[in-house]
Antibody
Framework: EVQLLESGGGLVQPGGSLRLSCAAS????????MSWVRQAPGKGLEWVLS????????FNADSVKGRFTISRDNSKNTVSLQMNSLRAEDTAVYYC?????????????????WGQGTMVTVSS | QSVLTQPPSVSGAPGQRVSISCTGSSSNIGADYAVHWYQQLPGIAPKLLIYGNIIRPSGVPDRFSGSKSGTSASLAITGLQAEDEADYYC???????????FGTGTKVTVL
């Protein structure tokens, strides 16, 4: 069964850091780009970052530029999201999502598999 | 603030047809990038419903169909069922933002 399982969410103070992880199973992990998509409480979906199948290329939304980074370990079938300088507006459910393509920044990629999400709350 | 605009809500009686629009611009849908649609049931992760403008993944009922023209796309649900009550989002790529973008979302209510 194709599956994504996120972990690492929690409560963090403004300015703090948090690292999310996503464990993948059921597909050839290195053959697909991966993304993180977030959803603030009661709001819509927002794409955050993406990484190519090889891990050599990434790109991100302007809202997290310079603060969030994405990485992957293809030997462990995991993708991670390092979040620094967190702000209240980063409060959201963070979803790990598998893309339909392998390469970096492919305009026609869709997100065909989603994890269950992990909640990140930024508050003092 | 999303660059893809959807109506906040649509509703219909069981068995009816409803349609959800997704309006973009020349830097996303109008640039001939693919449009994808997702269904999000309450409290659950989104699920891919339509990809590549018109293609249904395996297991998605043929009651759901997608179309695209110019700078807009649409999702149609025919034979509306109670289980279709959910939020629906369109998604594409925007070359001006160099980012994947989602629509504002539409809540479908079955009367």
């Amino acid at each position: 069964e194709v599956q994504l399982l996120e972990s690492g969410g929690g409560l963090v103070q403004p300015g703090g850091s948090l690292r999310l992880s996503c464990a993948a199973s059921g597909f050839t992990f290195s053959s697909f780009a991966m993304s993180w998509v977030r959803q603030a409480p009661g709001k819509g979906l927002e794409w955050v970052l993406s990484i190519s199948g090889s891990g050599g290329n990434t790109f991100n939304a302007d809202s997290v530029k310079g603060r969030f980074t994405i990485s992957r370990d293809n030997s462990k079938n995991t993708v991670s999201l390092q979040m620094n300088s967190l702000r209240a507006e980063d409060t959201a459910v963070y979803y790990c999502a598998k893309e339909t393509g392998q390469y970096w920044q492919q305009p026609d990629d869709a997100f065909d598999i989603w994890g269950q999400g992990t909640m990140v709350t930024v508050s003092s | 603030q999303s660059v893809l605009t959807q109506p906040p809500s649509v509703s219909g009686a069981p068995g009816q047809r409803v349609s959800i629009s997704c309006t973009g611009s020349s830097s996303n849908i109008g640039a001939d990038y693919a449009v994808h649609w997702y269904q999000q049931l309450p409290g659950i992760a989104p699920k891919l419903l339509i990809y590549g403008n018109i293609i249904r993944p395996s297991g998605v009922p043929d009651r759901f169909s997608g179309s695209k023209s110019g700078t807009s796309a649409s999702l149609a649900i025919t034979g509306l069922q109670a289980e279709d009550e959910a939020d629906y989002y369109c998604q594409s790529y925007d070359s001006s933002l160099s980012a994947y973008v989602f629509g504002t979302g539409t809540k479908v209510t079955v009367l």
